[in-house]
């Protein structure tokens, strides 16, 4: 019981720091192919995909697929949709808190229509019924991660986490 | 203020798996699993309980005898992913965990992107092609795979690349040929093909060469068929543009190209200087003396 | 309601019911035109007098007033008469109206007159002027006007042979199927483009050409930035342009930036737009017979000549006028206002601005059509 208790307070003191931003490392690009990146292009992609965190986080927090529109197409899009929706018929939902990203570009494609970066996430994952906290667990994951062009900014067309 | 409170739910649920753990309640799960393969979580303890699994790919419950295995059908979880595996019993957790789904290694679907869709004949890397490699379940296969390109241009000659994945994208870039037409570009993994169309057209047109005959009071002018620098027949629809001078007076006219030939009556003018050209390109010019 | 507010009231009521009275008294000439029917024309003693008359009844699309009060009316009908003034077959004048009116005296004698009538008309791309020099004659103490009819152009019975040429576009169509292809957009490139700063403000003109194979809808936007950057104003070609470009065709555009100053701009950026659309080859305008005349009053002269078998309701003629250089140094256009038949010579007339007139030393004309059906 002793041991809960002390887990319970190292718990408190990440639990203290939900909600504030993460941080986020950027390494200069990687980039296979002959097409070189703007500098321009690699700010907005990378700041358009950090932003998608934090749609990602609400909706699956609220049970809202609507919140993913802004920032996710394709085969992203209609993942995350699906997965709030099966969340949302079995009463639960989750939520994300990221902690940390290691960004980096390593693919652009040569018809400048496809941004590919890796981002090893450090977040806070949870799944709650009702207001019940089921299970709160701490993840290091590496994202794969490509980016389209929309009309006004980058979305995120693949989103796939996997094993470092 | 939410973080406080998600700390206090935290503490506390964590407070019930540590007594449910102290109780023999617990579950075993397998670290990594093949998307869309069957699998199983096994429990121990009595009673029924719900095994919830979610990711941000799917979310999914399993009713479960605690003492046995909750079975995940072929198919049932088929989006890789990390997820999280909670034992509820009652309204509390009692035992949790994790596990990555990791894709098939068998590439089911391209996502083939080529550009453009069109361009002139004989351009240096001219055709860009990329690939994105998917498992049946539209997962990106990250690990390394051979992707062939291959190019058929109209006159029969084959342009052929092997690339290697990194992280399930790999491109490549290719000629246009000498010919007009339809070239296929096919990207090819595993199983999976997918074929692109470029439509290779013909350049600007290499030499403008016009003849004048008179036509009643008019002076017919007709170019010889247009063709660009590599033969091909530049397309029906390209504008010729004609113009004549006389004395201070000048006519134009815009004329396409109709059956590989421009064609237009010209005002019969002695004296008058007729030339020709197409864009960029200009052609020959033709002085008018009257059919002298 | 308070004292002060009653006196006000009070005072609005006597003020309506005094301008009431004072316009009922002495109504203005075109109020008391509108309120009652009765017309502002003076007795047509004189000729200009007769002359005005006239262009006011064709202000007010009054026909049958206006025919009446032609002295050569037995020459032709009121329905030819209409169509003199507004067209024979669809055009630009069918959706034109007279602006105002100008009269002025040519010659005159006791018993016959010449005066000039211009008609200023407006329509929604600008307005056009119809000049006609009218023979009066008079008859009593009254002058009557002899219209010059211009009268309906016939073509000749022919059979124009036509190989039709047109192109079509299916596009991908909705969804996201990402890597699918679609057609693209056709490739353009801006061949020439030099500022000129005017009173007026900075003018941004130049030449575009289609460099593709396929038919492009195009427009040209051009941004003026300022010495850190900062976008000073953005415009579009608007109708200064060709929009419909066929493959190896080139037009030129004129994008105007009122009240803008060349000094303060650092750098323009050019922005030509281009889409894939559907289009037809035909019909092809030859521009005849184009003669610049020098200052003073610097204009281009010449006649369109549609040379397939049908007819243009709208014409829009651009030119391009160069330097000795070769460099673009203004664009000129001009709608013509009646519709071209088939083989039929429709004058044009463009003007220079004066300071730029001498250095003119070539011109390219060309000419953007509509037909009726089109998309305009």
Redesign the interface.
């Known amino acids: 019981?002793n041991?809960?208790?002390l887990?319970?307070c190292a718990?408190?003191v990440s639990?203290?720091?939900?909600?504030d931003q993460p941080q986020v490392h950027v390494e200069p690009p990687h980039l296979?192919?002959?097409l070189t990146l703007a500098q321009q292009t690699e700010t907005a992609a990378i700041r358009d995909y950090l932003e998608s965190w934090k749609s990602?986080q609400t909706a699956?927090d609220q049970n809202q697929a609507a919140l993913l529109d802004a920032d996710f197409?394709?085969?992203a899009h209609d993942?995350?949709t699906?997965?709030i929706d099966?969340?949302a018929k079995?009463g639960?939902h989750?939520?994300?808190q990221d902690r940390a990203h290691n960004v980096q570009i390593?693919?652009y494609?040569?018809?400048g229509?496809?941004i590919?970066l890796?981002d090893t996430v450090d977040y806070d994952?949870?799944?709650?019924?009702g207001?019940?906290?089921?299970?709160?667990?701490h993840?290091r994951?590496r994202y794969?991660v490509?980016l389209?062009p929309t009309q006004v900014r980058w979305a995120v067309?693949?989103?796939?986490?996997?094993?470092q | 203020m939410r973080g406080g409170i998600s700390f206090v739910l935290g503490a506390l649920a964590l407070a019930a798996l540590q007594a449910s753990v102290a109780a023999g309640e617990s579950m075993t799960i397998p670290k990594q699993v093949t998307a869309g393969s069957a699998f199983s979580i096994q429990t121990t303890g009595s009673g029924p309980a719900v095994l919830y699994v979610a990711g941000p790919g799917q979310a999914l419950s399993r009713n479960v005898q605690m003492g046995e295995p909750a079975s995940f059908a072929s198919g049932a979880l088929h989006q890789a992913g990390h997820y999280l595996a909670v034992l509820v019993k009652g309204s509390s957790p009692v035992a949790d965990g994790s596990f990555d789904v990791v894709p098939a290694n068998q590439p089911a679907k391209l996502s083939f992107l080529a550009k453009p869709s069109r361009l002139p004949v004989g351009l240096r890397n001219g055709i860009s092609g990329s690939v994105y490699v998917f498992d049946a379940y539209g997962n990106l296969i990250t690990t390394p795979l051979p992707v062939s390109f291959a190019l058929s241009t109209p006159s029969g000659a084959v342009q052929k690349r092997v690339v290697t994945t990194q992280n399930g994208a790999a491109s490549t870039q290719m000629d246009s040929g000498a010919k007009e037409g339809a070239a296929k570009f096919i990207a090819q993994a595993g199983a999976a093909t997918s074929t692109r169309v470029i439509e290779q057209v013909p350049g600007d047109p290499c030499t403008l060469q016009m003849s004048v005959q008179p036509s009643g009071q008019q002076l017919s002018v007709q170019t010889a068929p247009v063709r660009d620098c590599s033969g091909n027949a530049v397309p029906d629809g390209t504008i010729v543009s004609f113009t004549e001078k006389y004395n201070g007076i000048q006519s134009t006219v815009d004329v396409p190209i109709k059956r590989g030939v421009a064609q237009v009556e010209m005002p019969a003018r002695p004296g008058a200087t007729i030339s020709v050209a197409s864009g960029v390109v200009a052609g020959n010019e033709i002085r008018w003396e009257g059919g002298r | 309601m308070n004292k002060g507010g009653a006196v006000l009231a009070a005072a609005i009521f006597v003020a309506t019911a005094a301008f009431v009275a004072i316009g009922t008294l002495h109504p203005v000439a075109s109020a008391d035109y509108f309120a009652r029917g009765r017309t502002l024309l003076r007795p047509s003693s004189t000729p200009e007098a007769a002359v005005e008359n006239l262009g006011s009844e064709i202000r007010l699309e009054q026909w049958q007033k206006a025919y009446s009060s032609l002295g050569n009316k037995a020459e032709f009908t009121e329905n030819e008469f209409v169509h003199d003034l507004t067209g024979y077959y669809p055009s630009l004048r069918t959706y034109a109206t007279v602006n105002s009116v100008e009269a002025h005296p040519l010659h005159a004698t006791a018993d016959t007159a010449e005066v000039q009538l211009i008609l200023h008309w407006s329509t929604v791309v600008g307005g056009f002027v119809d000049t006609r020099d009218l023979h009066l004659v008079r008859n009593g103490d009254r002058w009557a006007v002899d219209w010059p009819l211009v009268k309906r152009q016939h073509v000749p019975p022919q059979v124009i042979p036509v190989n039709y040429l047109r192109w079509d576009v299916i596009y991908r169509g909705p969804g996201d199927d990402w890597g699918a292809q679609d057609v693209e957009a056709p490739h353009v490139r801006i061949v020439d483009m030099h500022p000129e700063n005017r009173a007026e403000g900075v003018f941004v003109l130049g030449e575009l050409l289609n460099e593709d194979v396929v038919p492009a809808f195009v427009s040209v936007r051009a941004t003026l930035l300022g010495k850190s950057g900062a976008t000073i104003a953005s415009e579009g070609s608007f109708d200064m342009i060709r929009h419909t470009l066929l493959p190896k065709q080139v037009t030129p555009f004129l994008i105007r930036f009122p009240n803008a100053d060349l000094s303060k701009v650092t750098s323009i950026r050019m922005d030509p737009l281009s889409v894939l659309v559907p289009a037809s080859a035909d019909p092809v305008i030859e521009v005849q017979n184009q003669k610049y005349n020098p200052a003073p009053g610097a204009s281009l002269t010449g006649d369109l000549v549609n040379e397939s078998g049908q007819t243009v309701n709208i014409a829009h003629v651009l030119t391009a006028f160069y330097d000795k250089t070769g460099q673009v140094i203004w664009v000129g256009g001009q709608y013509v206002d009646r519709a071209l038949l088939p083989q039929t010579p429709v004058p044009f007339e463009i003007h220079v601005p004066e300071d730029l007139a001498r250095r003119v030393s070539g011109e390219r004309t060309i000419t953007a059509t509509y037909g009726l059906g089109d998309s305009m």
């Open positions: 019981m041991r809960a208790l887990l319970s718990l408190a639990s203290a720091a939900f909600g296979q192919g002959p990602l699956f197409v394709g085969t993942k995350l699906s997965a099966e969340q079995l639960i989750t939520r994300y390593v693919f494609s040569p018809d229509l496809s590919q890796l994952a949870q799944i709650l019924k207001g019940a906290v089921l299970t709160s667990q993840v994951r794969v490509v389209t067309r693949i989103f796939q986490e996997e094993p």
